[in-house]
């Protein structure tokens, strides 16, 4: 909201317009009318992480160049599979990101950024693009619009206090003073919403516990569905604001999948809906359609090199343990938190809570089928959230070439949770997801044709990533390491800050 002072004015506020209608022209006049005196351009890296080069705004001439041409960098310092000998790459900002920067002194504006070969053409194996090219593809072939969206897990680390302190592993949705960081929370999730991301809730989760002076609460902030490009631009940034907010604060924060030994990790559950002409086609006649069936029997069949691009370090795997709400078999079921792929509850019944919570209240006409969608589990924050999304995108299409891609599906439903010892025999029916980053690395290697067609993922990006999981030598890690908890930790601090 716009305050009599332009300068504390939101762009999307000032400008009154959506962000896809921004122009160069907006931009300008934002960042004259908020005296702007910085421009940022942002970008993902190869490891995912949010990258700056920062300019002063001299003179209109300049900001001018730096709006139309973008500007040069390293390539092969961003992402390991550009060599040195042709690195030069393009920078070029994306009008529709633009944020002001909640945390610089001086106020600056921030801009996300697509790469640009030495041609002026996109970058195939960019990370963003890469994300483009899967979405446009499932398009083309199926005819409907992809859309994602991620719950962003982490914990905040502080000093101890001994005032209302929580139950150890039962701080799902705890409330003040027991949770001790939703204030926090709430700022962090201000400033994402400020910057573009679309929030629906936040709240503490289950991870609560100290550990040598220090405590430990896990929270999460979900997003609403979109498109699925715009998704992975939000989770990016709102892991950059989280760490910057959390620094700010004298926190350290973490997204990692594992950060200390018998306690809830943390993932990057992404959830999924199949939209056409604004129309929800997850169900039909209140139960999930075969539409969405067969995304989720592409997902089951590429589930094992899914990890690759979802899991993309060693401690990664010491989540996808049973009996610890994260999964690892292959199968999917309605509300079954054992599941790889859940069917969350979905308001398809035909009772309107509002009005029996609210007699007063007249007969709802919400279209509730909209809000239906397919959630993966087995993702947690060290992936690259682009490459992430990309492979969903593939694996959902991926399933409507299957001719018996209902049949696929059925076959892997169950409405058990398969760890308890009476469905044992269910579990041994199931496919087992990867124990390391060396094996999904050869899933991959097994499966990379299907990544590669229609130019979705470039071939130097697969090797890249193959050769990136290899190099971690893990293969019998994890059987080792859950031996020793010295180790285990001395594992935990190496990756504490991935992603």
């Known amino acids: 909201m716009c305050t009599n002072d332009k300068k504390d004015c939101d762009i999307v ?74 690195s030069d790459l393009y920078v070029m900002p994306r009008y529709a990101t633009a944020f002001k920067d909640p945390f610089a002194e001086l106020p600056t504006l921030c801009l996300l950024c697509s790469f640009f070969n030495k041609d002026g053409e996109p970058l195939e194996s960019s990370p963003e693009y890469t994300l483009h090219k ?23 680390i502080a000093p101890e206090t001994t005032a209302y302190p929580a139950k150890d592993q039962r701080g799902y949705h705890e409330s003040a003073p027991y949770a001790k960081f939703g204030e926090f929370r709430q700022k962090c999730m201000l400033y994402i919403a400020q910057a573009g991301g679309q929030i629906k809730y936040g709240h503490s989760e289950v991870g609560n516990f100290t550990q040598d002076g220090k405590i430990y609460e896990q929270n999460e ?21 989280i760490r910057n907010l959390g620094y700010k604060y004298g926190y350290n924060v973490t997204f ?50 899914i990890t690759a691009f979802g899991n993309m370090n060693p401690t990664s795997y010491f989540r996808l343990v049973p009996h610890q709400e994260a999964p690892t078999n292959v199968c999917w079921g309605d509300r079954n938190r054992s599941v790889l792929v859940r069917v969350p509850l ?3 019944g035909k009772t309107d809570l509002c009005k029996q919570a609210n007699p007063m209240e007249k007969e709802s006409e919400y279209d509730t089928r909209q809000k239906q969608t397919v959630e993966m589990r087995s993702p947690d924050a060290s992936a690259n959230v682009y490459l992430l999304m990309a492979s969903l995108a593939v694996a959902c299409r991926y399933g409507f070439s299957l001719k018996d891609g209902v049949a696929v599906a059925d076959s892997t439903y169950v409405n058990v949770n398969i760890h308890k010892k009476e469905n044992a025999k269910i579990l041994k029916t199931l496919s087992v997801l990867p124990d390391s980053c060396a094996s999904s690395a050869d899933c991959l290697e097994k499966q990379r044709e299907i990544y590669e067609e ?18 971690f030598k893990d293969r019998s890690l994890r059987a080792k390491v859950s031996k020793s908890q010295k180790a285990m930790m001395e594992l935990v601090e190496e990756f504490f800050h991935c992603g």
């Open 13 to 86: 506020a000032f400008l009154k317009k959506p962000r896809k209608a921004f122009t160069k022209a907006d931009i300008k006049k934002y960042i004259k009318a908020a005296g702007i005196q910085h421009v940022n351009f942002m970008y993902a890296g190869g490891d995912g992480r949010l990258k700056s080069l920062n300019f002063v705004v001299t003179d209109e001439s300049y900001l001018d160049e730096i709006l139309t041409c973008g500007e040069r960098v390293d390539g092969s310092s961003l992402f390991s599979y550009i060599e040195a000998s042709s």
């Open 134 to 156: 899967a979405c446009k593809a499932f398009t083309d072939e199926t005819g409907f619009e992809f859309e994602a969206m991620g719950e962003l897990e982490y914990y905040v």
């Open 221 to 241: 902030i979900e997003f609403l569905p979109c498109a699925a490009e715009d998704a992975a631009n939000q989770l990016t940034v709102a892991k950059w604001i």
């Open 256 to 305: 990692a999948p594992k950060i200390t030994v018998g306690k809830a990790g943390s993932g990057l559950h992404v959830h999924m809906r199949i939209m056409k002409n604004g129309r929800n086609q997850m169900l039909k006649n209140g139960v999930i359609s075969d539409t969405a069936k067969r995304a989720i029997a592409g997902m089951m069949k590429l589930a094992p090199s």
């Open 346 to 348: 979905g308001w398809a």
């Open 454 to 471: 229609k130019g979705v993922f470039s071939k130097a990006m697969i090797d890249g990533i193959i050769a990136q999981l290899r190099a």
